[in-house]
């Protein structure tokens, strides 16, 4: 079983053992992720209310949350509050080749990502001499994500995971 470090949850790695490394951590997050995804490959999408999923919403554009739309909801329900409402059955194929765009940048900024499909925590702890200005090397890293991608994503930073998401979700969308 790997070590974790008691501060930021990441793993510790040989030879960081007994530094005192000041914690940082970087929640990034791809803003309605299936749906923006959705909306990119078919530009007639844009601006309507979109959802993806079957059954019930897995994820849904900005312009269905605008009408109470959110992930977890049946579809009939969305349907009923959104009779507008573009509902695709998703590719899954497509949605982890983007996340894989992002990972791929991710792991360009720190060697310890952590991966889910649609978000990553990036280990940031000992870059100060890279990244003297955090908030700025994180507006480049969402640029970089958007210039690969043409999705936007949510950053934020924090001593710990559970902070670095908060902060995100804090300054949604985008």
């Not at 977890?72 to 009923?80: D, F």
């Not at 982890?96 to 060697?111: D, G, K, M």
Request: charged share 20%; proline share 6%.
């Amino acid at each position: 079983m790997t070590n974790r470090c008691s501060l930021c949850c990441f793993p510790d790695p040989e030879g960081w053992k007994g530094t005192l490394m000041r914690p940082l951590v970087l929640h990034i997050d791809i803003d309605a992720f299936f749906a923006s995804v959705e909306q990119l490959r078919n530009p007639r999408l844009a601006n309507h209310p979109v959802a993806v999923g079957s059954g019930v919403i897995a994820s849904c554009s900005y312009e269905a949350r605008q009408h109470g739309l959110h992930a977890g909801m049946p579809l009939g329900k969305a349907l009923r509050r959104c009779p507008s409402l573009i509902i695709i059955r998703g590719h899954e194929a497509v949605y982890r080749c983007y996340a894989a765009r992002l990972f791929e940048i991710c792991h360009r900024w720190s060697p310890l990502v952590e991966e889910h499909l649609d978000e990553a925590y990036c280990d940031l702890s000992g870059t100060e001499r890279l990244y003297p200005e955090p908030e700025k090397s994180v507006t480049q890293l969402r640029q970089e994500v958007a210039s690969a991608t043409g999705l936007t994503v949510t950053a934020g930073l924090g001593r710990n995971r559970m902070f670095a998401r908060l902060i995100g979700k804090f300054h949604k969308p985008d």
